[in-house]
């Protein structure tokens, strides 16, 4: 509601005021009233209302004079006079302190609310302007931080327009000279947070490290890449100097560590020294693939980068096939030490491409697939394609999760092949089941359950043995229990429909039909 006070000499003109008008229905409070400009004068001093209704002669200090003073105190405030007489000074002051209006007496009730009402307008659109110019000093406010991540981005890239910074530069007081050494740093931040676990502003870690280089005597523009990655470009300062990179680095991931409670998680790639800015993309790109050295190294947290270059890795071409035969042995052990053994094979060299070795692993798996499918053993509902294999080894950041989860999965694979041998036993059982309540609604999910299979797989291996289905074999035995009913009894037709799990008697007979030649009726008469 927006807030009204009444001020006029008049007791009867105020209360008729008050009284005689709806003012909720114009979103409007009366909130005070006054006899005369001291009184009320005092009264909006204490309450600060947002429209003061007002007349223009009153004893003491009139209205003139009270407008004003509020004028000058409480600039804000919406204005409306009131008067009985039409002077065009009055008129012309009116107009001078901007009030929404003049409204002569007597007092009409439509004018007066319409008046009111465009104060209420007026109100609300100064409120609306002042929002809008809130709104645009905090953007202001923002737009440092935003220039910054803007610039860190694009100096990664070398697609930057150097004239266009150097003036942004300029405007915004930063310093980034076009010939210095630089050093790219690439900060990993912890990813897949927990559920219930705080989220780190983003804009708070880099606060603190734009604090932390500036305390060690260096500068840089840093940003963020995506939701995982800082970039920080270094210059001035010992950057030329390793060990002090060591220390700063190291400072640098103790700082950063406070936001995400010392979980760990958090890695520093360091990319060589180039000059000028042109070259900044290379430290970025080396930056990157030191990074990239934790995914064989997942306990440490430092990495520079280094140009030694591996040899390269394969596996020995017995390694496959030994794999496949130890794999239908049932030597679960003997698979497990060959992958342990291959693990730290490769991690005897840190410049492995990581594509590369995720390759070899998806190539274990495919090859434990090939063998199992050419053999023609069902595995279940949860065997994946090789895409879904491929891409879970993608998403891996570290060398010792792509081997665990393949030895999950090959563990998985030796238990699912075990099981198999358990199959013809549970066959007989759906048999034997389907034989003794063939009388009641019967689902193949039912059945699945009673003999501990999944459905997939009581269908598979159900067809693979007696070469039907089990919905086949279910109308097979109904078929044969009625037709028993029919040659030994005297029931009803309907009767032995429902006794055999045929809810509908007509659909029992075209269900019969289908499998004997004859409706139950003429087979009953064939006896």
């Known amino acids: 509601m927006v807030r009204m006070i009444v001020i006029d000499d008049e007791e009867a003109t105020r209360k008729g005021l008050i009284s005689n008008i709806d003012w909720g229905r114009l979103g409007v409070e009366i909130v005070g009233e006054a006899e005369d400009g001291i009184v009320g004068l005092n009264l909006v001093k204490r309450i600060r209302p947002e429209i003061v209704l007002l007349d223009v002669r009153m004893p003491r200090m009139d209205g003139l004079a009270c407008a004003r003073e509020l004028r000058r105190d409480f600039p804000e405030c919406k204005l409306i006079f009131m008067s009985g007489y039409s002077?065009?000074?009055?008129?012309?002051?009116?107009?001078?302190?901007?009030?929404?209006?003049?409204?002569?007496?007597?007092?009409?009730?439509?004018?007066?609310?319409?008046?009111?009402?465009?104060?209420?307008?007026?109100?609300?659109?100064?409120?609306?302007?002042?929002?809008?110019?809130?709104?645009?000093?905090?953007?202001?406010?923002?737009?440092?931080?935003?220039?910054?991540?803007?610039?860190?981005?694009e100096l990664t890239t070398g697609s930057f327009d150097f004239k266009k910074i150097s003036q942004d530069f300029i405007g915004y007081n930063i310093d980034i000279p076009p010939k210095a050494d630089y050093l790219v740093i690439v900060i990993k931040l912890p990813g897949d947070r927990r559920q219930g676990e705080e989220i780190v502003p983003k804009a708070l870690v880099l606060e603190s490290i734009a604090h932390r280089v500036d305390l060690e005597n260096y500068k840089c523009v840093c940003g963020s890449l995506d939701a995982e990655r800082i970039v920080v470009h270094l210059f001035g300062g010992m950057i030329a100097k390793k060990k002090s990179m060591e220390m700063l680095a190291q400072k640098l991931l103790d700082d950063t560590r406070v936001f995400y409670k010392n979980t760990g998680g958090i890695v520093l790639g360091i990319g060589p020294v180039v000059h000028g800015i042109a070259c900044i993309p290379d430290s970025f790109h080396k930056a990157e693939?030191?990074?990239?050295?934790?995914?064989?190294?997942?306990?440490?947290?430092?990495?520079?980068?280094?140009?030694?270059?591996?040899?390269?890795?394969?596996l020995r071409d017995d390694f496959l096939p030994n794999l496949e035969s130890a794999f239908w042995d049932g030597k679960l052990i003997e698979?497990?030490?060959?992958i342990e053994r291959l693990l730290r094979d490769i991690k005897m060299q840190d410049n492995h491409d990581i594509d590369y070795i995720k390759s070899v692993f998806f190539l274990i798996l495919k090859t434990l697939y090939d063998t199992i499918e050419r053999r023609d053993i069902f595995i279940g509902e949860e065997k994946e394609d090789t895409a879904l294999l491929w891409s879970t080894l993608l998403?891996?950041?570290?060398?010792?999760?792509?081997?665990?989860?393949?030895?999950?999965?090959?563990?998985?694979?030796?238990?699912?092949?075990?099981?198999?041998?358990?199959?013809?036993?549970?066959?007989?059982f759906a048999i034997n089941y389907v034989r003794?309540?063939?009388?009641?609604?019967?689902?193949?999910?039912?059945?699945?359950?009673?003999?501990?299979?999944?459905?997939?797989?009581?269908c598979y291996c159900f067809k693979k043995e007696t070469k039907k289905t089990v919905n086949q074999y279910i109308e097979e035995v109904r078929i044969e229990k009625s037709r028993e009913l029919i040659a030994k009894t005297s029931m009803k037709l309907n009767e032995i429909a429902r006794k055999v799990g045929y809810k509908n008697a007509g659909y029992f007979s075209k269900i019969f039909k289908e499998a004997t030649g004859m409706y139950p009726s003429e087979f009953r008469r064939s006896f």
Not at 293 to 308: G, L, M, P, R
Not at 335 to 338: D, G, L
């Open 289 to 314: 693939q030191a990074l990239r050295q934790h995914f064989f190294f997942e306990k440490k947290e430092i990495f520079f980068y280094h140009q030694d270059v591996s040899s390269g890795f394969a």
């Open 87 to 153: 002077d065009k000074e009055y008129l012309k002051y009116a107009i001078q302190i901007k009030a929404v209006d003049f409204v002569e007496k007597p007092i009409v009730k439509e004018e007066i609310i319409q008046a009111v009402r465009d104060a209420v307008i007026s109100y609300k659109d100064d409120q609306a302007r002042l929002q809008q110019e809130i709104t645009i000093q905090k953007n202001v406010r923002q737009s440092m931080p935003l220039l910054n991540q803007e610039i860190a981005r």
């Open 335 to 338: 698979i497990i030490n060959s």
């Open 436 to 458: 003794e309540h063939y009388e009641a609604a019967l689902t193949v999910s039912e059945i699945a359950e009673k003999v501990e299979l999944s459905t997939p797989y009581l």
């Open 395 to 428: 998403s891996f950041s570290t060398l010792n999760e792509v081997a665990g989860f393949v030895i999950e999965k090959i563990k998985h694979l030796f238990a699912s092949v075990e099981d198999l041998r358990g199959t013809s036993k549970k066959v007989g």
